[in-house]
């Protein structure tokens, strides 16, 4: 056992052994291929040699000199240019120009028929002052011309005059439309304001006022002359202003200012008395809601309404129907339908039953 222990371990180093030679011989490899390619790189055509560009610093001067003394013709080359491509002549897709300034070059084949800036500008100065000879010429054959005489020749036939046709009798006339001699106007019509009157046209002395003043009736409820009932049916919860009364769905008792008749939803309400309606509301307990003016300080509240057949500032009279019973209100679930009816005089609640026909 020893011995195949001793073995393995010798296998195991002699094996670690190779593979680290064979890494180092590889990385040794790859090394000495990198520095090959980073010379050939440093002198692939882009390096740049310092010390040619302080030669040709020097140079520079002695140019400068030479191209005061020589002219430069066109197309020459510089002594200095490295490397000039020539182009054929075919192959410009433009045509030349001088400098700025200058007009274009005459190029024989080429250039044929193109004029310049200047002789443009000639053309068109010699356009226009042609043009103002020839419009001082039409002057003065319009002035030589004997002027016609705007007067028509006697004899000569005059256009007849238009007609005024007149309205029709049956035609009303309308709103700002003004009213010629002759033409028929409807009896009583009046006369707006700011159309002018014509000869013939009658006017209305005295123009009739329009009565937009509100109705007013002067009430003067009192307790002999009785009330109708508002609706038939039985008393709910009756008016007690000296004890409670128990309130079903409050769950307590109470003093009760109005009278609650039970009826079925839907039930036509009518005025107990003649009124005028003072105010219509509504609210969480009684629901939509309506206030009758009676007179001498007498009102009566209706609730629980729906359906209105009336509006602030109406006049009612005695049994006529100003709305219907709606649903309940929460205040009042658990008693069902009803008609809350409340009776004041001088803001004092009063029993209504001592007062019904």
Not at 120 to 143: F, H, I, N, P, Y
């Amino acid at each position: 056992m020893r011995n195949n222990r001793k073995q393995n371990i010798k296998k195991e180093r002699i094996i670690m052994i190779a593979s680290s030679a064979f890494v180092m011989a590889a990385l040794t490899m790859t090394g000495v291929y990198m520095k090959e390619n980073s010379t050939q790189n440093q002198d692939n055509g882009y390096s740049i040699d310092f010390t040619e560009i302080e030669s040709q610093a020097d140079d520079k001067p002695q140019d400068i000199g030479g191209q005061g003394q020589n002219t430069r013709t066109p197309g020459s080359i510089p002594h200095n240019a490295t490397t000039v491509q020539e182009f054929p002549e075919d192959d410009l897709d433009y045509l030349p120009m001088e400098e700025a300034g200058s007009s274009m070059i005459q190029i024989p084949g080429l250039t044929d028929g193109i004029k310049s800036e200047a002789d443009v500008t000639s053309d068109e100065q010699l356009a226009m002052l042609e043009e103002q000879k020839a419009e001082e010429g039409q002057t003065q054959e319009r002035d030589e011309k004997p002027q016609e005489s705007s007067q028509p020749e006697s004899g000569a036939a005059t256009a007849d005059p238009v007609m005024e046709q007149p309205l029709l009798p049956e035609q009303p006339i309308m709103e700002g439309q003004p009213v010629m001699e002759g033409q028929p106007v409807m009896e009583g019509q009046p006369v707006m304001e700011g159309q002018p009157v014509m000869e013939g046209q009658p006017v209305m002395e005295e123009q009739p006022a329009w009565d937009m003043q509100p109705e007013t009736r002067v009430l003067g409820f009192s307790a002999d002359q009785g009330l109708v009932r508002p609706v038939a049916g039985d008393v709910l919860i009756p008016y007690s202003m000296d004890r409670t009364v128990y309130f079903t769905t409050l769950d307590q008792y109470k003093c009760n200012p109005a009278t609650m008749y039970r009826v079925e939803e839907g039930t036509q309400v009518m005025a107990c008395a003649e009124a005028r309606v003072a105010s219509v509301f509504s609210n969480e307990e009684i629901g939509q809601a309506v206030t009758l003016d009676l007179g001498n300080g007498y009102q009566v509240v209706y609730g629980q309404l729906q359906s209105l057949n009336v509006s602030e500032g109406d006049y009612v009279n005695p049994g006529q129907v100003i709305a219907t019973v709606a649903a309940p209100t929460i205040y009042y679930s658990l008693e069902g339908s009803n008609l809350y009816f409340l009776l004041e005089q001088d803001g004092a609640a009063l029993d209504p039953q001592n007062m019904y026909f």
